[in-house]
């Protein structure tokens, strides 16, 4: 596992225990043996959110290799806003290389007439997420995506704070009637068996909850790969996000056909 920038500033000795990088967890998680109770209930956990991530979104494969360009010619786009951490806002890479530009290259290359708009904030947790939902929103928005909660594990937020917080943004977005990709995160091992299965808890949870669309973990096949990771070992390259855009658009089609079934309703 290599050092990162967080491991090596961060103070106080809580901090200083209370977070492995992102860019190890796999790897930790990987090490402990396949007999291990954490991992045993983590796997359960895991499990249990890919099991609702399937259920929730049956044909987002066959949706995509359906989406023929030009398909969507003519249509008023649909506005998808991309709410998130500095995973969404495209931290330390070019414009073009980060989260919201590499998808929305992804859906114009489905065919789909789609805006996706970044409303990444790095460093921003649930709490700055939900403070901040009411003007990263306007009129026209149809869709949203979620990718929050990274930060309050890194800082060792209560995973209730999380839950409450992302609850919050759950209701007032169904409220409106939006359609919503929910994407999931995991808790750094060394913040204990029991924190880590609470926060692994939290997303699979609110999608079963409020039934919107689930990813998982957002860092799916990045995480723990050197290669994929800048140096800090915890942002994605343009190579990382190329990687986390091919797996999590299938469901962002779907996300945007929930957008347009609903406006055509």
Same mark, same amino acid.
């Given at each position: 596992m290599f050092q990162t920038w967080f491991e090596r500033t961060l103070s106080g000795p809580r901090d200083r225990h209370a977070f492995m990088a992102y860019g190890g967890l796999t790897a930790v998680y990987n090490r402990r043996s396949?007999?291990?109770?954490t991992r045993a209930r983590l796997s359960r956990i895991m499990a249990a959110a890919l099991l609702a991530f399937v259920v929730s979104t049956p044909?987002?494969?066959?949706? %995509?290799?359906?989406?023929?360009p030009g398909t969507s010619a003519g249509a008023d786009p649909v506005k998808v806003v991309a709410l998130g951490t500095s995973l969404?806002?495209?931290f330390g890479l070019d414009q073009a290389d980060g989260f919201v530009p590499q998808l929305q290259a992804a859906l114009d290359a489905a065919g789909l007439a789609v %805006?996706?708009?970044n409303a990444g904030v790095s460093g921003d947790t649930s709490a700055?997420?939900?403070?901040?939902l009411g003007w990263s929103l306007n009129d026209d928005v149809d869709a949203v995506i979620v990718e929050l909660g990274s930060n309050d594990a890194l800082r060792g937020f209560e995973p209730q704070q999380t839950r409450e917080n992302l609850t919050a943004i759950l209701d007032e977005l169904t409220g409106r009637g939006l359609p919503v990709l929910l994407t999931g995160m995991l808790a750094p091992p060394n913040l204990g068996e029991?924190?880590?299965?609470?926060?692994?808890?939290?997303y699979p949870d609110l999608a079963a909850e409020y039934d919107v669309l689930f990813y998982p973990f957002f860092l799916e096949g990045v995480a723990a790969e050197a290669s994929l990771n800048q140096a800090d070992g915890i942002h994605p390259n343009a190579d990382g996000v190329a990687v986390i855009v091919e797996a999590i658009t299938p469901y962002a089609v779907q996300l945007v056909k929930h957008a347009r079934d609903d406006a055509s309703s």
């Open positions: 396949d007999k291990s109770p044909a987002a494969a066959e949706e %995509v290799a359906s989406a023929e969404t806002a495209g %805006v996706v708009e700055g997420g939900l403070a901040r029991e924190y880590g299965e609470e926060f692994a808890s939290i």
